[in-house]
C-alpha cells in the first residue's frame, strides 16, 4: 500500500465518521437556548421571578424557577426536560406532593409543547424563544397565564 493509498483511507474513515455524527439526532441540542439565567419582565412590581437552566447531559435538562417578595423566597419548583425511551418529557417537582410530568408533543429548533390532560392546571406548559425573550405559557381550555423571561448576568 502506497502513502498515498494509505492517506486517502484515512481520510475517508474519517469523513465516515464525522458524517455519522452529523446524521445523529440533533434533538439532544433542541433544548440548549434555554440555558442561563432568566427574569420575568412581566411579574407584578413587588415581586421578583426567575428561571435557572443547565445542562446535565444530552438527554436531560434541570431548571429551577422561583419567585421572591421582600427578600423572601415565596415560590420555588424543580423542573427538568428529560429524555426516556426516545421520548421527551417536562417534569415539574415541589409544587405538588408528587412530580407532575407532561409530555413534549411538539418539539421545533427554538420551542416545545408539553401537556398532560389529567394534570388540573395547567394542562399544557409551552416554552418557545422569541427573539431575546423566553415565552413560557400555562394554560387549560380556559386560561393563559404568560411569563416573559429575558436573560441576565
Request: aromatic share 14%.
Amino acid at each position: 500500500m502506497t502513502v498515498n493509498q494509505l492517506f486517502m483511507r484515512i481520510i475517508l474513515i474519517i469523513l465516515i465518521v464525522l458524517l455519522c455524527f452529523s446524521c445523529k439526532d440533533n434533538t439532544i441540542q433542541k433544548f440548549d437556548w434555554m440555558l442561563g439565567s432568566w427574569v420575568r419582565t412581566n411579574e407584578d412590581a413587588n415581586k421578583s421571578t426567575f428561571e435557572y437552566w443547565s445542562k446535565k447531559s444530552s438527554e436531560e435538562y434541570i431548571g429551577l424557577g422561583c419567585t421572591v417578595k421582600n427578600g423572601d423566597t415565596i415560590f420555588k419548583e424543580n423542573m427538568r426536560i428529560i429524555k426516556i425511551d426516545e421520548k421527551w418529557s417536562f417534569e415539574v417537582t415541589g409544587v405538588n406532593e408528587n412530580s407532575t410530568v407532561f409530555l413534549i408533543t411538539d418539539l421545533t429548533e427554538n420551542g416545545f409543547v408539553s401537556e398532560n390532560e389529567m394534570n388540573e392546571f395547567p394542562k399544557k406548559i409551552t416554552y418557545y424563544l422569541d427573539g431575546e425573550v423566553l415565552i413560557a405559557k400555562i394554560s387549560d381550555k380556559d386560561t393563559e397565564i404568560p411569563f416573559l423571561f429575558k436573560k441576565y448576568n
